[in-house]
């Protein structure tokens, strides 16, 4: 959800990011909209985009399922890295973000590939049949992260991919001083991945960390 909390030094980030595509007109146009509207400027950035676009066809992903749409940046440009018939399966609890995500798919170039569930992530997780996925990715409230990784290891098959962010806890993972809820959310949860017997999983030091792992 950061763009801004990094493990790396800011010299090396810049360095990574002139070599990687950013976004083009259309997500810049998005974002700026997104502002406007008085949604948080909190989705992934460019080059975790770009990475996970790059994760999704090396796996030859075809059904996504997303926890957290916000303005639907991150949704649309896991999209546009699946195949034709491909589709993304995004939730949101907010109905002012998903009004907005919506429009923003309708009018891109993956309009038609992306279904926005409303509701909480718990309540619409279930909803989903065993092994209907081939890729997941995490970004909504840290408290519910558990729960979350629980269903997705449910929903995606035996392979597949299962991403979440935020694994840094917006650059205060370290900082014992720090009583936010969702830091202290993100460290137990972060305990909970490694332990995991259903995943290999490791955190890769690029936006604010991102969990990848690949279902066992």
């Known amino acids: 959800m950061s763009e801004t909390s990094r493990a790396v030094s ?8 002139a070599r990687t595509a950013g976004d083009d007109d259309y997500l810049k146009d998005l974002k700026a909209r997104a502002r406007e509207a008085s949604i948080p400027a909190i989705w992934i950035s460019p080059e975790q985009a770009s990475f996970m676009s790059i994760l999704l066809r090396v796996a030859g992903a075809r059904e ?19 195949p034709a018939d ?11 973000h998903a009004d907005f995500a919506e429009d923003a798919v309708e009018n891109s170039d993956v309009a038609g590939r992306v279904e926005v569930h409303r509701g909480a992530g718990a309540d619409v997780l279930p909803m989903f049949a065993d092994d209907s996925a081939d890729a997941a990715f995490i970004d909504a409230d840290k408290e519910g992260y558990v729960t979350y990784v629980t269903e997705c290891l449910r929903i995606v098959r035996p392979g597949g ?24 959310a993100v460290r137990a949860f972060n305990e909970h991945m490694a332990a995991l017997e259903e995943v290999d999983a490791i955190i890769v030091p690029i936006g604010d960390g991102v969990w990848v792992g690949v279902r066992r």
């Open 64 to 82: 996504v399922i997303e926890v957290g749409t916000l303005g639907g940046y991150s949704a649309i440009a896991m999209a546009r890295a699946l």
């Open 10 to 17: 800011d010299a090396t980030f810049e360095y990574l990011a």
């Open 86 to 96: 491909g589709r993304v399966r995004t939730i949101e609890l907010s109905d002012m």
């Open 161 to 184: 991919l299962i991403m979440v962010d935020n694994a840094f806890a917006f650059g205060e993972l370290l900082d014992s001083s720090s009583t936010d809820a969702s830091v202290l």
